[in-house]
């Protein structure tokens, strides 16, 4: 080899270590709801281990996990899907498809969608293991615990419900930081929930099904007392959320709110105590 | 003689257009059954193909890919087929498509995006899964031919295989193996209009040259348009095909003049400049008429990225190749082009 391309490959083979090293993450969890238009995809990254939870209505969620993961960690340790919606599966095909998922969170549901069946191809060719979530369920992911409140098996026996109510809800614990993940639950649902006084005080919220006034609760907030309410919704979207009722009762409890459809992501970190909005 | 040469070969082709007409009329319901000879192109709601000339849009799932075999049954409206539905899809196993499609889930098995789709494109002209708004970027900032399969594909590729061929083979054998080079590379890249006429161009030289006759480029420009036409008349509403030769011969008229202005500009960037401000000459009124818009930063832009594409394609070429028999060393030969990459996506981002 000539000196000239000799130096030119070492000089990228440097500058790809370099890369690789300044990628590499901090030790915060990270939650960052991903600008997916409407729909959902949250991902929680903390240093190589991913929870991504819902994948949203398009490829949008790969630009999100592109950005918050190192070039070179191609793996996703747990993937959560609430409930079998276009709005919150569709973008998962790919990403079984691009990344190695360990464990996929999913409940025992049919859709009549045809991507349905793709995405279900695409989880067998990872050949990740499926977990069915169960109301009272624990799981622990280094320093982060998910504890699964809903559904419950009185739920997932009803079989005629909105395919909504049985969405994946979980507590996210690490260190005292606490969040709340609510997937499209309704009011009925929620109260169901707070019978159970399993709700407790937490910093963040993701609020119910896109803000939509079939999802909060007053009860549900005043219960959890979040310090900051995420929505995850499109701009213009046909459904006009978040719906006014909403976010009155966000102002009125005083909650701050971020909004994807106005800021984009909405990135916020964490190291155990307190928590930290990353895009004001 | 020369001159019955020319005069039949532009009568036969404009004989061809002028007799050539959409089979089918307006509102008549059809149902086409064809291979899929360009990559889909997939949006949140749909995925768009372009089957016997006709713009056909599916909904997002099955996915169609290049090469499967379809039948789609639906109305015939002006270029569109409209209420349109898939009744049937085969996956074409055929060894070239097959090739495409593993070397492509290699690189985005390997790399985040736009990483991943940029290489797809650079180095295959696939752009089926670049996101909508990275993509409206690349238009915006008038470099979008550098993903879409473009004649330069053509010319690195056999570039890259007389580098190699020569060093290994006897001239004659070495000419074949690069024709055949090219014209296997033109099938894996997706045989559109632009990538077409790049091979028949590169295959007119290097075949000239082994005959002994110097070959002049514009004749062969004028030659290879003309033989496209016989063959396929409806390329000639193929906005590629169009951009394709007006680029081309704008820049056998004004590439090395160009050049020769621009001396003070440092080596690296100088060919990308004069390349792009050539190609402009003529391209850039065409796009303004179709597109309503055009860059003026555009050539500037250019010189900045045009440099790192070779470099791209190569790489990423060898590690796909290398790739599909050893998946970890082939990504990290893979990874070498990260810092390029990124180096392009952030000049397409800042000035998108």
């Known amino acids: 080899m000539r000196p000239k391309y000799l130096f030119s490959v070492l000089a990228l083979i440097t500058l790809t270590v370099w890369g690789a090293v300044l990628a590499y993450p901090d030790k915060k969890l990270h939650i960052i709801a991903c600008d997916v238009g409407q729909g959902d995809a949250i991902l929680a990254t903390y240093g190589n281990l991913q929870i991504l939870t819902d994948g949203g209505p398009d490829n949008k969620v790969l630009e999100c996990l592109s950005k918050y993961m190192p070039f070179w960690d191609r793996e996703v340790e747990l993937v959560i899907l609430t409930h079998p919606q276009a709005d919150h599966f569709t973008g998962l095909i790919e990403v079984f498809r691009r990344y190695k998922v360990d464990t996929f969170l999913v409940s025992k549901l049919n859709s009549s969608a045809r991507s349905y069946e793709v995405l279900e191809k695409a989880v067998g060719s990872n050949q990740s293991r499926v977990v069915n979530p169960k109301e009272g369920m624990v799981i622990r992911l280094g320093l982060i615990q998910i504890e699964i409140l809903h559904p419950s098996e009185s739920i997932l026996e009803q079989k005629s419900l909105d395919l909504n109510d049985y969405s994946t809800v979980y507590n996210l614990k690490f260190g005292d930081f606490e969040a709340l993940f609510t997937g499209d639950i309704g009011p009925k649902i929620i109260e169901e929930i707070l019978a159970k006084n399993s709700i407790e005080l937490v910093d963040y919220i993701k609020i119910p099904h896109h803000g939509s006034r079939n999802g909060t609760a007053l009860e549900l907030l005043k219960a959890s007392m979040p310090k900051l309410a995420v929505i995850s919704v499109g701009k213009d979207n046909s459904y006009g959320h978040p719906h006014q009722e909403v976010l009155k009762m966000l102002k009125d409890l005083g909650i701050q709110i971020k909004r994807t459809d106005e800021m984009g992501d909405v990135e916020i970190e964490t190291d155990g105590r307190g928590f930290k909005l990353l895009n004001p | ?264 500009l440092p080596a690296v960037i100088r060919e990308g400049m004069s390349t792009s401000l050539a190609a402009q000459i003529g391209v850039a009124p065409i796009l303004f008429v179709t597109f309503g818009s055009f860059n003026i930063l555009s050539p500037i832009i250019n010189a900045l990225v045009l440099w790192s594409v070779p470099l791209i394609m190569v790489i990423s070429g060898v590690a796909g190749l290398v790739g599909l028999l050893f998946p970890f060393l082939g990504r990290m030969i893979l990874y070498l082009t990260y810092p390029l990459t990124s180096w392009f996506v952030f000049v397409v981002d800042f000035f998108g």
């Open chain 2, 1 to 264: 003689m020369k001159f019955l040469f020319w005069g039949l070969l532009f009568f036969v082709a404009l004989l061809r257009i002028l007799t050539f007409k959409t089979p089918v009329t307006d509102g008549q319901k059809v149902r086409i059954s064809t291979k899929v000879l360009q990559e889909p192109i997939r949006q949140q709601n749909y995925q768009r193909l372009v089957l016997e000339n006709l713009i056909v849009y599916l909904d997002p799932f099955p996915e169609v890919y290049y090469g499967d075999e379809v039948v789609v049954e639906g109305v015939v409206s002006q270029n569109k087929l409209v209420s349109a539905k898939l009744l049937s899809v085969k996956e074409n196993q055929g060894i070239l498509p097959n090739f495409r499609k593993r070397l492509i889930n290699f690189y985005q098995d390997s790399l985040p995006e736009p990483h991943a789709s940029l290489i797809a494109g650079i180095t295959l002209g696939s752009k089926g899964s670049l996101g909508k708004d990275f993509w409206d970027k690349l238009k915006n900032t008038g470099v979008v031919h550098v993903v879409v399969a473009s004649g330069t594909n053509i010319t690195l590729v056999a570039g890259f295989l007389v580098g190699i061929t020569t060093f290994l083979l006897k001239r004659r054998l070495a000419i074949v193996f690069v024709l055949v080079g090219i014209w296997l590379y033109a099938v894996l890249s997706g045989f559109d209009a632009p990538i077409v006429r790049a091979a028949i161009m590169g295959s007119l030289v290097f075949t000239a040259q082994e005959v002994g006759r110097l070959s002049q480029s514009f004749r062969v420009l004028v030659i290879t348009g003309l033989l496209m036409l016989i063959i396929k008349p409806a390329w000639i509403r193929d906005l590629g095909f169009i951009l394709s030769f007006v680029a081309t011969g704008s820049l056998i008229v004004f590439q090395e003049r160009i050049n020769k202005k621009i001396q003070i």
